[in-house]
């Protein structure tokens, strides 16, 4: 598989969807209207809208109120991006500078603020409480992943428990609000609606899983970031996590998630990772919540769609970007 | 007037309102709770509860959803403080350390992230879509207008007109959705629904004219910063924009407001303006914004809550803090 499942089912929609989120008011505020055509020009896989636009088709009930929670739920991720390149100091994403590299920090606060108000009234579009709450609880459940991650443990100390939550909160919890919110608008049995959300929940666990793996097998030039990023940076992912293991005593393991590493020192860390069976424990991991998230389509609708679905949990377990 | 009009009125709901905005969940995540713990603490005058209840019993309407409302209305300034103190850069807010005193840039914006989240949350609790819009774009007129003013004219080219538009985006439009917000939950006529934000708005138009006021002729103690803080930092309120008019070749103004100036010539500089008039033509036109506010509520039901509607008005221009 080279291209996402589903996309070409719903390519017409996704043109919508940019429009939509193109719709945002005040742009005669320069610094919005650039803000907002630099984030969008420079794309995304815009895998959560796709996944929006599928559940909505699975019940054949795509309408503006969809297109319009499809659109708010990627500038809901384009909102914390924005943040989190700030918080993070990054200079690039997807190949194009961050606006915290070419604006202030109180610009940059200020205009995550503003997508977040205007995702919130793109929720509001839905016209439907019910989406306004899974919407809030989500950004609640976002904020607090990271923030709990700012304050973490000692990456010795850090647990299996501790990952699983995190990526939850990172990735998967919006995944899952994107497809249990399209099952409420489709007006979903409620048995069908958690099995959407559980579809979410698993692909977004699967899809975290393999970005964590990806940052040790990628190349930079794929990744857009140097090898290990992650370790660099002191994050223990799920493949360091299954090194930590078994290596605990490994003096490289400190001095890299300490900060005190040259570029050798990481690249043999990570050769060491890979070497020992931690990428074949992670992935295994993700194909598990993957054939969690297929498991969780019985019983829906069989149509096209329901296929595209089904493929897309296969898919996020073997792409490369 | 040494007290607020209408706080007694309302005292007991004041505390509902108090409790429901400590409902936050997440705060498990100790960062979260203590924030939340210090920043409800620290107080403030809770001016935009005061509002949306004052509507709602003027319609003898308290509910749930009222309480949810004022406490969203407060949420909302809370997170938006938490990120303008992160800009500025101020170590103190009402005599406390502010959030980004004791935190990380990184900390800060995401609890302010995380207030937002809470926030939409409790207008959800509203169950009234309408009020989801009134809240979305508030947001978005709020850090739209904070965003135009990090991208200013130079102060020499500044108008009425940029004024009017910035201090309505930073008070006005939060104190026109509280009213406006009650009385859509009240189920008010939209002719009085219209009304109601009028009064809002004139209200929270006269009010920032007044902080702006007294951040010249209050002393520092009363206000907690220095005077003139305002000028200090390049920023052309009401009196100066007067006193502008009349003295545009006044070379101290290019001092001050160019940020090259020591106190005793900011000083000057704020004597100056005092002795100009430009206090009293400010203080003028609050005036005028009372009685408009007040003008607004003609045809409103004739109750308890409706004259002390009527007092707030006139003690906004009286008040000292």
């Known amino acids: 598989m080279k291209t996402i499942p589903g996309l070409a089912l719903v390519s017409a929609d996704l043109v919508r969807v940019e429009h939509k989120m193109r719709e945002a008011p ?5 610094p ?3 803000a907002l055509d630099t984030l969008l020009k420079s794309g995304g896989k815009r895998v959560r809208p796709l996944l ?4 909505s088709h699975l019940y054949d009930s795509l309408s503006d109120k969809v297109i319009a929670l499809a659109a708010a739920v990627e ?3 384009t909102a914390t991006l924005v943040h989190d390149d700030l918080i993070d100091s990054a200079r690039l994403r997807r190949g194009n500078p961050t606006l915290n ?5 109180g610009a940059t606060v200020l205009t995550g603020d503003f997508l977040f108000a205007w995702a919130a009234n793109l929720a509001a579009q839905t016209e439907s409480v019910r989406v306004m709450f899974i919407f809030s609880q989500t950004l609640m459940v976002i904020c607090g992943g990271e923030l709990g991650q700012l304050f973490h443990r000692p990456w010795r100390d850090q647990t299996r428990q501790d990952y699983d939550r995190r990526i939850y909160a990172k990735t998967a919890s919006l995944f899952a609000a994107a497809t249990e919110a399209a099952a409420v608008l489709a007006s979903a049995p409620e048995s069908k609606i958690k099995a959407l959300r559980d579809y979410g929940h698993q692909l977004g666990m699967a899809f975290q899983i393999v970005d964590d793996v990806l940052d040790f097998v990628g190349t930079s030039k ?3 970031k140097p090898v ?6 002191g994050i223990v992912t799920l493949p360091t996590l299954y090194y930590l293991g078994q290596n605990s005593d490994d003096k490289l393991l400190a001095q890299v998630l300490e900060g005190h590493a040259n570029d050798g020192v990481v690249e043999t860390l990570v050769a060491r990772i890979r070497e020992a069976g931690a990428i074949d424990a992670a992935m295994h991991d993700a194909r598990n919540h993957v054939k969690q998230a297929q498991a969780a389509l019985a019983g829906l609708p069989g ?4 296929q595209a679905m089904f493929d897309l949990a296969e898919f996020v377990v073997q792409r490369r970007i």
Not at 26 to 30: P, Y
Not at 101 to 105: E, F, G, K, R, V
Not at 303 to 306: D, T, V
């Open 26 to 30: 005040h742009q005669d505020i320069e």
């Open 52 to 55: 929006a636009l599928l559940v």
């Open 101 to 105: 590299a070419i604006w202030s920090p």
């Open 32 to 34: 919005l209207s650039m």
């Open 222 to 224: 794929e990744m857009g």
């Open 228 to 233: 290990g990023s992650d370790v660099r940076q």
């Open 75 to 77: 500038m809901l991720h």
């Open 303 to 306: 149509n096209g769609y329901h």
